[in-house]
């Protein structure tokens, strides 16, 4: 389950039944997840404070999707996973909705680079040029990770 608590009043409201993975947004007024079927997955956005969830985008043939904020709280970087795990590359959408762009990190079908067969827990840090994770695969050492400067230029 996704509970809030007040912290003065020890008072608990459940948000939603869910057990999955989520990211909170930089100013944690917004939560987002991405329930999966056996063959799709809908990142959807809800208020913090409670309320219902608002569609974003649905993610078709894909087991799983985590997803990170980005600064603005205007649009979520998301790393989709086929059923084997693998990553299928790094998008980004809008959290109004929208095409689905990718940031032009993923695996080439060569495998020329050797890119983590899984990202695991984005992070976007707050001033929105480093994204942390974690790789799983390709003989990666534990730890965390970052990539620099990878995200469009914001719109003036």
Not at 34 to 42: G, I, L, R, T, W
Not at 88 to 114: C, F, H, L, N, T
Request: with cysteine; aromatic share 6%.
């Amino acid at each position: 389950r996704l509970v809030s608590r007040d912290l003065q009043s020890g008072q608990e409201r459940v948000l939603k039944e869910w057990s999955g993975l989520f990211s909170l947004s930089h100013d944690g007024s917004q939560i987002a997840l991405a329930p999966c079927d056996e063959k799709d997955c809908v990142i959807e956005v809800l208020p913090a404070a409670g309320g219902p969830a608002r569609h974003v985008l649905r993610v078709r043939g894909v087991r799983e999707v985590e997803t990170a904020w980005e600064p603005d709280g205007r649009h979520l970087v998301f790393i989709p996973r086929d059923a084997s795990g693998k990553t299928k590359g790094i998008m980004r959408v809008a959290v109004e909705g929208g095409e689905a762009q990718p940031v032009g990190i993923s695996e080439p079908e060569d495998g020329a680079v050797q890119f983590p067969r899984e990202l695991r827990h984005p992070v976007i840090h707050p001033n929105g040029h480093q994204l942390f994770y974690t790789p799983i695969g390709n003989n990666r050492k534990d730890g965390t990770w970052a990539l620099e400067n990878f995200l469009p230029k914001a719109a003036k």
